[in-house]
């Protein structure tokens, strides 16, 4: 894969930007209103979306736990990476705090800014477990159906689908975050600390797992300038 060029990091912080400001947005007015259904719905949509837009950009990774993988199994440049990260965690950090603006200061406030943590009584490792399941299906379904030669062109619908299903599933449990980034910036501007480390070697060891499992060919790259 070629070097990371500028247009790829905005693509990165413009997407993450996306997942926390739309899909936390969500989770800010409407979640009183549609429920765990409706934030699920919120959040596939937002991502399989900015995977259509920002797919042939940078390749869509929109979240650490993908570009960490693709970095550990040899699949992405050691210094891509590294602007990849800063630039997905300054679009989550950026749409938490334009989030913050915006939102009414109640229902911000009510929804903790949109932050993730864990469901009382449930203990850190189990968290991780769920954390670490959960990014495994969405990795999986990466390398499954949206790399794939044949079924590519139902790769959005499947990543969102599966994102879908996951925050149906994990939601009520850790918050279903699946993406460090979206973690970090409502975490920032929210001041939810606790047991962050779940959020980041949950994802982050689930989506290499996935990888070994299903990735036996070298995923897509997205288009060069």
């Known amino acids: 894969m070629q070097n990371c060029t500028f247009r790829m990091a905005v693509a990165e912080f413009l997407g993450v930007f996306g997942i926390v400001f739309l899909g936390c947005g969500y989770v800010v007015v409407f979640s009183t209103t549609y429920g765990l259904i409706g934030i699920a719905l919120a959040f596939g949509l937002v991502v399989g979306s900015l995977v259509v837009c920002f797919g042939k950009v940078s390749g869509a990774h929109i979240n650490p736990a993908v570009t960490f993988m693709l970095w550990a199994t040899g699949r992405f440049p050691h210094v891509s990476a590294g602007v990849y990260l800063i630039a997905q965690l300054l679009g989550g950090i950026a749409g938490a705090a334009a989030l913050k603006g915006l939102a009414d200061p109640a229902k911000w406030q009510a929804a903790a800014g949109g932050s993730t943590g864990l469901k009382a009584g449930l203990g850190a490792g189990a968290g991780f477990a769920i954390e670490f399941g959960l990014t495994f299906l969405l990795v999986a379904s990466i390398f499954v159906v949206a790399l794939h030669p044949r079924r590519g062109r139902y790769g959005a619908l499947a990543v969102g689908a599966v994102v879908a299903l996951d925050v149906m599933l994990g939601a009520p449990l850790t918050g279903a975050s699946m993406n460090p980034a979206r973690t970090v910036g409502p975490a920032l501007l929210h001041g939810a600390w606790a ?14 797992a996935a990888a070994l499992v299903f990735g036996r060919s070298s995923p897509a790259e997205p288009e060069a300038d």
């Open 195 to 208: 047991d962050h480390w779940v959020y980041w070697a949950g994802p982050l060891l689930g989506a290499v």
